[in-house]
């Protein structure tokens, strides 16, 4: 292997790797496995390169669009004022929810929302709620009365794998872009006035990023998988970490054991990830606000 390039032996026809990973795509896969490398020529530990772009929606209060390979996931935040509940009176709250439409993949069909879709909104609600990432507290205009609620709305328009750690990637930028604007409450008539002309950012407490894995043959271990790894590997599991190195989630919906070995090897290289993300979300943050 030279860099994250595959070299073989000997000359094969592109029919016949085609015919091949058609007619047996496990095996194919693991005759670059064994090789310490993958179709796409990355390494086992080698993500997709990860491209981020924020303010993408105009109409929105914050937003962002996240590639990751050929995934693309954009984020939207609107923010709406609201009544805090009885149970929280001095919150607002974040309402988050994952889109996989058809459009994105052929494996996702028109109607509700499907199982895998709704799985990923519970997943982003969890980290929200667990990292605190925003404290909720800041959301509350005046207790008991006036709060802003948060609606997160990700949708995928490209799917190819590792969709959760996109749609984290693209939440996080989407809320360090978001601008509310400033909300008095008359004290006579207890209604609010909201000044558009003056806004203001959110305080960003904690800088959550998720990083997925897939296990393949219950011993090899790969990051970043694709659409195809995913479904020929034998568990899958996702590494939610912040820049304090606290580890908030161990996402791994069924399939086979890991190790505690290979689950520490997890867990180093998300910490690792998390840190390559936080610098690219503040890198393309401070060329937006040099280029305004």
Not at 76 to 89: D, F, M, R, S, Y
Not at 117 to 130: G, H, L, Y
């Amino acid at each position: 292997m030279i860099g994250s390039v595959c070299v073989t032996q000997s000359p094969v026809s592109p029919s016949f790797l085609l015919h091949f990973r058609t007619a047996e795509p496990l095996e194919y896969h693991r005759s670059f496995l064994k090789e310490n490398c993958r179709p796409d020529g990355r390494e086992l530990s080698e993500f997709r390169t990860t491209t981020l772009n924020i303010g993408s929606i105009s109409t929105a209060d914050g937003s962002a669009l996240v590639k990751v390979g050929n995934t693309t996931v954009i984020c939207g935040i609107k923010a709406e004022l609201a009544n805090p509940t009885v149970e929280a009176p001095g919150k607002g709250y974040i309402v988050p929810n994952v889109d996989l439409p058809p459009l994105c993949s052929s494996r996702f069909r028109p109607g509700p929302p499907g199982e895998q879709a709704q799985a990923a909104s519970q997943f982003i609600a969890d980290v929200i709620e667990s990292s605190e990432v925003i404290q909720t507290e800041d959301l509350c205009i005046e207790r008991g009365k006036l709060c802003w609620v948060l609606y997160c709305d990700m949708m995928c328009l490209d799917y190819d794998g590792n969709v959760l750690d996109a749609c984290v990637v693209a939440l996080l930028a989407a809320l360090k872009n978001t601008q509310l604007p400033e909300v008095t409450v008359n004290t006579e008539t207890c209604t609010p006035g909201v000044t558009l002309e003056k806004r203001h950012g959110l305080r960003i407490n904690k800088h959550p990023v998720a990083t997925s894995f897939c296990i393949f043959d219950d011993s090899i271990l790969i990051v970043d998988p694709t659409a195809e790894e995913e479904s020929l590997a034998t568990a899958q599991l996702t590494v939610v970490t912040d820049e304090e190195d606290r580890l908030y989630s161990l996402h791994k919906p069924g399939g086979t054991s890991l190790s505690g070995q290979k689950l520490q090897e997890c867990i180093s290289r998300a910490t690792a990830r998390q840190r390559e993300i936080q610098k690219l979300i503040n890198k393309v943050i401070h060329s937006v606000k040099t280029a305004q």
